[in-house]
């Protein structure tokens, strides 16, 4: 009985159920039902990946037009000049500094109060990520509006301030990675978890091709009826990267909305 139920396939993406057949055209198309619940597996998992996207969209957002923020502030840090060039390396340092206290503090602790082995379940890590993201988005939004003021009255930021939307963004990176790290190599199956641990990484890729594709779009449409795009010009106190941000943040959120909804089931 128990080797009949393994040779029968799942009702769930019954449409798939199709590639089971005895006499395929060719060899090589004959399909397992072990193969065609893999897929399956796969196929259920993808919501979660893409739920991470939009995190590296804003990830690679900031990475550029924070650098031209941080150009037009003032990165005088005594007795240096910091070049604004090198201000993508804020969020790799605040990883740096976040991961052990991660890994030593944060889950411990939370096994303790919550009296089980894993502390944090990768679910909510992920979860948590993204909403850091949020709060990254809304930091650069706020951030970007003093930046402007202090412009048009003649008073030079300190580009340090744009190390609280890399502190939110690093520390979201974080915790989604690890989330979903955890998530593929728990869910994914045995034979797959290379492929599936592989998609965390894809996830950036992704991310970074979308946020070029987003900035085409938001220029196209907010660049028509003679009026000047967003992000586009030479003078940076012309654009409006403050709209973008939230515009980012916006979508964030709509991307959060999603992801509880495909991680209650």
Known sequence: DQKQANETPSQDLRFLNKAITD????????????????????IRI???????VMLYVCLAQLSTFSVQQAAAMNTNLV?????????????????????????RVVIPLARRVRNNETGIEYLEK?????????????????????RKRGASESRSMSFLWIGVQY??????????????????????PLRMRSLATALSWTSLAVGYYLSAAIVWVVNRI????????????RNLNRYRLDRFYWLLCLLSVLNLVNYVLWAAK
């Open 23 to 42: 006499h395929p055209c060719f060899d090589i198309l004959k399909c397992s039902v072990q193969e065609l619940e893999d897929v399956k597996m796969v």
């Open 46 to 52: 993808l919501p979660m990946f893409a739920s991470t």
């Open 167 to 188: 502190l939110f963004l690093g520390s979201a990176d974080l915790f989604s990675l690890a989330g979903l790290l955890e998530f593929f190599f728990t869910e994914a």
């Open 222 to 233: 907010t660049g028509g009826s003679g009026q000047d795009p967003w992000l586009s010009g």
């Open 79 to 103: 007795p240096l000049k910091v070049p604004p060039a090198s201000l993508p390396i804020f969020p790799v340092v605040f990883i740096m500094i976040l991961a052990p206290s991660y890994d």
């Open 126 to 146: 992920i979860g948590f990520g993204l909403v850091l993201s949020i709060l990254a988005m809304g930091a650069a939004a706020q951030i970007e509006i003093r």
